[in-house]
């Protein structure tokens, strides 16, 4: 992938990632603060609505349908933290002057001056108001006419108030602690999102590398047998008075080529199909010993002609879930792979047995192996370990890659190892 793609890619990403944890938590954040600024007001509102439920029950308010009662409210209520403020017609606030506390007097006198009854404050449910430095959950009322007084004055509006001053502070504080939170997680989040997005682009990248690499080796695959029929079919032009035998060697070259691109284009839709839901794997019970006695038994006629050998032993007595389809393929890929890659005089072991409750297939021969470096490459598409591209094989590096989707598909392992004292053994393992 382009570099600029990369890069564009990259960028994208980590500013959807951001924004989507920017919204999350400010969303977390004002869910935080709404509710505790709620859970915090609470006890004030639910003191203010007793008392206002207080004088509606005493028929004070002139919204009470009851009878009038002349009762002098309370100016402090300290069982529910209220305290109510009575005002004259005028708005003013109404105090007792015969208080003999001094700072008392003081503070009544200072509230006197720095509060009027405002009929903002006439709401069905408490509000915060700021007087005098403090704050206060206020909510306003009337009283019916000449149904109150206050230290000797006729009283027309109240509010009943409670000091939220410290729960103010506390709130403050808390959008501070808040604030600096969403910071701090904003921090986190730009590099998580930077993190992310790097991480989530390897496998993109990864991705395309390999679609890449697919794309230049089958090129160079189908090319090389198609450059051979088209060479032979010209050159058969050439000589347009030649009969068949005289052109036998151009026309079985050229069917073997054939032969190779169908194998080759197959086994790329094969692993094509790997990548989607298109392949599934089919279990069904299988007699291990009759299934791989009639897979073997052709290869070991084959192997006899080529001067090799091809053994079989199954020491296993219950029935398998495979995909008998599959497994005949793996087998295949590896017995041909076994053979061809053996001399004269070589053995092929196929083994398959019950270990710690797994199902055990290894495919063994006495050839020329595979070297250390090879190992780590051989489940790679289009790799062989002969790079000159011998045609004498036929090999088109995809069938171990085959072979090893078969297995994980399976939800098995296959391993490749050294066999003693020469050769290669390929291990599979699959769960019962």
Known sequence: MPNAINKKQQVRGFIWLLASFFVIFSILASVIFVSYTRTVFNSADLAISQTISMYDSGGLLSTSDKDVKHTQPVYSNSST?????????????IIDNNVADTRQASLQKSLQQAIKFDKATMTVKPNTYKFYGNYYRIIGFKFKKNAAKGYDQIAVHGMVTVNVTDTINNLNNF????????????????????????????????????????VNNAAHELRTPMAVIQGKLETMLTKPESTVRDQSN????????????????????????????????????????????????????????????VTLDVDVTQEIYIDKKRIHQLLVLLLDNALKYSDEGATVSVKAGIEKKKFVLSVADTGRGISDEAKKHVFDRFYREDKTGNRQTGGTGLGLSIAEWVVHAHGGKITVSDNQPQGAVFNIILPL
């Open 250 to 309: 151009a026309i079985i070259l050229s069917l073997s080529e054939v032969r190779r691109l169908n194998s080759l284009t197959n086994n790329m839709l094969t692993l094509a199909k790997t990548g989607s839901n298109m392949t599934k794997i089919e279990k069904e019970a299988t007699n291990v010993t009759q299934f791989l006695d009639d897979i073997i038994t052709p290869y070991q006629e084959m192997a006899e002609f080529e001067g090799k050998k």
């Open 175 to 214: 959008k501070k602690v808040l604030f600096w939170s969403f910071g701090l997680f904003g921090i986190l989040s730009v590099i998580v999102s930077y993190m992310i997005s790097r991480r989530n682009m390897k496998p993109i990248l990864k991705s395309w590398q390999q679609q890449q690499d697919f």
């Open 81 to 93: 933290r209220t305290e109510t403020w009575l005002f004259d017609k005028n708005g003013k606030l």
